[in-house]
């Protein structure tokens, strides 16, 4: 049964009754293939559904897993990035539930099982915010954030606009720890990062991800992430997916939170794997930027100084997801840091 549809009403000068729907959440007769993305989650998926920018009613697919040992009160949310979904975080939701918390794993808007459209206008400000309406629509008012890639660039941005919401900060291998247009990248059209999208492979996402990702290795496990991407790319919505894959493009380019980070009022830890090097716009930049542009073992050090009192943990022989490729060094940290006392 669907829940009840909320509405909330303002009664208009014109004398007219203006409604717009609340925020809810849908939690039956979720279908697998799920807004472009045919794709089985490990967790039941739930919708939560609200509306933005010219009150476009959308929903943000969301999985909500109990603890599975004696519950610690506190809540974690998981934030994927750009080539991921929420479901890639299921080692560590099972890690953290076995740890006593309640663990929201949300997929963005534009992103996996969420809606994606024609015209939204991205910022990691109204994706922050979608994500907050979401805690608040299931009673969460503070959480521990934890965000890999993009997700990590939207923790921060998240953590400087409800510092009171967030328990503990985590980034794991967050990108936007530079400023890669006053590095030199150029900026380019919409239209043509949307091509480059919509010509993605297994084996192109394939090579990127072995590159970045993984050291130039490669696990046959990895394979199942590349699959699930793919589903996305070529699914029943793949063109609104990789419009919207552009416009996120655009937005953490040219969206930069490093300048903020000596505002975090966080405590933080940064796990960072040292031989990463992701960097928007590297693809299409002259030599002589690509030089300069990506290095997180300089990076890492230079972002933990300037978040105040933040705690760094470094993987020297890891790339861009050590989560993936060292799930028991990364949960170790994780747990390690999470348990501090305080
Ligand atoms: C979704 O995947 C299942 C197998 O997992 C398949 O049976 C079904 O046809 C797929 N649906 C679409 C629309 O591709
Ligand atoms: C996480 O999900 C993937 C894809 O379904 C699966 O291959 C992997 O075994 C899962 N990992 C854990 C720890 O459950
Ligand atoms: C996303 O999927 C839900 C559930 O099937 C559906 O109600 C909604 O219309 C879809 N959103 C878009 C933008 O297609
Ligand atoms: C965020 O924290 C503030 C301060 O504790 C609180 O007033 C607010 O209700 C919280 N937000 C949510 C959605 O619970
Ligand atoms: C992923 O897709 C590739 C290429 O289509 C295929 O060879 C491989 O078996 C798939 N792997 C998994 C784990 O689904």
Redesign the pocket.
Known sequence: MRLLQKFRCALVLSLGLHCVAADSIISQDIPEDLNGSNFTYPWPVKLFQFTTQKAQSLEMAFMDVAPTSSPNGKTAILLHGRNFCSSTWNATAIVLAEAGYRVILPDQIGFCKSSKLDYYQFSLQQLASNTYRLLAAIGISQATVIGHSMGGMMATRYALMYPANVTDLVLTNPIGLEDWKALGVPWIETDKSWATEKAST?TSLRAYQQATYYVGSWD??Y??W??MS?NIYHGSQADKFTWNQALAIDMVLTQPVVYEFPLLKTNTLLLIGAKDNTAIGKAWSPPEVQAKLGHYDVLGPQVAAAIPGSTLVMFPDLGHAPQISAPDRYHAALLEWLNRST
């Open positions: 297994y046959p496990s394979d199942v590349i699959n793919v």
